[in-house]
């Protein structure tokens, strides 16, 4: 079960969300992640699984120099 950090309801709702968040100087976005809506407060609680992988992707080397060379 699901609670709800802002206010303790546990009316949370699976959803899938739009992610947006600053990366350094670039904007990142997410179409498809999935959260926790609080049916209550509207508080979205953003899966820990996918925020792990999400870091992951985020960390992980720079792309291939062939990107960077054609930029
Ligand atoms: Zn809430």
Known sequence: M???PICNSTHLKKRIMKYVEWYG???LV???MPALVCDTCGERVYDQ???EKLQRLL???PPSPARVAAK
């Open 2 to 4: 699901y609670i709800c």
């Open 59 to 61: 960390w992980a080397p």
């Open 25 to 27: 100087d670039e904007l």
């Open 49 to 51: 699984h996918a925020m």
């Open 30 to 32: 997410i179409e498809r």
